[in-house]
């Protein structure tokens, strides 16, 4: 395999160099984090300056930060940049009460955008290919993220936004579309529909898929890849530390680079918060290092990974993670969403005759990912048919508005649920694959 970069000289740097420059970029971190409300109260109270930093090591004298400090602190606590340079605020979906804000100065869209010419170049993408984004626009950092990084990758860029595979397919087959980014989940319901209209996607130009922002297993990447006549590449990303880009897998698809010139990575042991060696599974905590508004510092991502050891034969020395292997807390994706129990229970104790105990399901059907949610009703209510229906479909219309998807909603008679003696069973995931 041929392999070419984007910044030769950032991708393969020797390891000692590397370090000396995180070492160099995260102490003009703490610098900027300085000015932020949260981190001055927090560093001054544990003494903590730039000058505290003498090796990389030292990053355990600072505490993590968890989403709940983003919460605390909405919408600009974490803000240690100065507003009037700020030009871009993204929020992430899957939260109660205030959304993760995340404000971006030019110099950090700029980085952002290289790093995903960066991962887009690495899987053989050039200035000439087609680049198809199937991604939502807006607050979700799939959708201007990947199109600002094709742009400076010089692709041309269609940016068709999330939905309409028909549309979907008539612009691959029109444009000659040559890479595509999607969901895992809307990659399988493309090829359906591909299906359905009698088109082989063979015949298409499309050889590229970048897939991420959902878990999925080898499995389904390797269904996408059968289906689609594509090599898929799994990119991992999220709000807090950009959007995606994070990590991405080159041409070996054996794991995901990191990119340590932009993040300093550390898997902890999620009970002790103590750090575990490389190759053993922990939850992986990130600092950003090129972030000059809104920097964050051991953040907490609660997704749980291990560092692949050893090196890789493409010749990059930015070490690589393992496939998300699950969360440590209660949140789910479906259909790139991120929903939170909480959500849900929170809509549901609004209603009069709703008992407390609930069951969310999430099912594969027909390559469609469904979403289920079964809620016990207090004695009474039971058989009054009319009310029921009218109950259902506004509990339906509260969940969409707070979690952003229409789930199916069914009211069963109080003592159908499964009980639980412990921790209450909130979700059951029986999609394709699931881990
Ligand atoms: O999902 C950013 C993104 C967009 C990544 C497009 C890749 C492609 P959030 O909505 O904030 O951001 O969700 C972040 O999604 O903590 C993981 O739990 C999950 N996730 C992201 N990428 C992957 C992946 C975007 N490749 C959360 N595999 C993260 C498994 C992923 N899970």
Not at 79 to 101: C, E, F, L, Q
Not at 237 to 257: D, I, L, S, Y
Not at 375 to 394: F, I, N
Request: charge should be neutral.
């Amino acid at each position: 395999m041929n392999e070419e970069y984007w910044q030769p000289e950032i991708e393969t740097m020797p390891r000692k160099e590397l370090k000396e420059l995180q070492l160099y970029k995260l102490r003009q971190t703490i610098k900027t984090a300085m000015n932020s409300p949260m981190y001055k109260k927090r560093f001054k109270e544990l003494h903590i300056t730039p000058d505290s930093i003498k090796t990389l090591d030292d990053i355990r004298k600072i505490p993590f930060t968890t989403k709940q400090d983003l919460r605390d602190n909405y919408p600009f606590g974490l803000v240690g940049g100065d507003m009037k340079d700020a030009i871009r605020i993204h929020s992430s979906s899957g939260t109660t009460g205030h959304p993760t804000v995340v404000v971006y100065s030019k110099h950090d869209i700029d980085s952002w955008a290289n790093m995903i010419a960066r991962n887009m170049y690495m899987v053989g993408c050039r200035n000439t290919d087609i680049f198809q984004n199937s991604s939502g626009y807006g607050m979700f950092t799939g959708g201007l993220g990947f199109q600002y990084g094709a742009e400076k990758l010089g692709a041309t860029t269609i940016p068709a936004a999330a939905g309409n595979s028909k549309r979907q397919i008539m612009f691959i087959r029109d444009f000659g579309t040559t890479c595509l980014h999607a969901i895992p989940s809307y990659a399988i319901r493309l090829a359906e529909v591909f299906q359905e209209e009698g088109i082989d996607p063979r015949s298409t130009k499309l050889r590229t898929l970048f897939i991420g922002a959902e878990p999925h297993t080898n499995e389904q990447r390797l269904r996408i890849e059968r289906l689609l006549g594509v090599k898929a590449y799994n990119s991992y990303g999220m709000t807090e530390m950009n959007g995606p880009g994070v990590a991405f897998e080159c041409k070996r698809q054996n794991g995901m680079h990191l990119w340590e010139d932009n993040y300093i990575v550390e898997i902890v042991d999620p009970q002790t918060l103590e750090p575990v060696p490389d190759g053993e599974t922990g939850e992986m905590v990130l600092t950003t290092l090129d972030r000059t508004m809104m920097p964050i510092l051991r953040y907490r991502t609660r997704d749980l990974t291990r560092i692949i050891p050893g090196e890789c034969e493409c010749g990059r020395t930015h070490r690589r993670i393992d496939r998300i292997k699950g969360r440590t807390d209660d949140m789910f994706i479906i259909k790139g969403v991120n929903v939170f129990p909480m959500q849900v229970e929170k809509i549901l104790i609004q209603y009069p005759g709703i008992g407390s105990n609930y069951l969310i399901t999430l099912d594969t059907i027909d390559d469609n990912d469904i979403m289920t949610v079964e809620v016990e009703l207090d004695d009474m209510k039971s058989d009054v048919y009319p009310e029921l229906q009218k109950m259902t479909k506004a509990i339906q219309r509260s969940l969409k508005d707070e979690i952003l998807l229409t789930p199916k909603v069914k009211l069963v008679k109080k003592g159908s649920l499964p009980q639980s003696d412990g921790k209450a069973v909130r979700v059951k995931d029986l999609r394709e694959g699931r881990m």
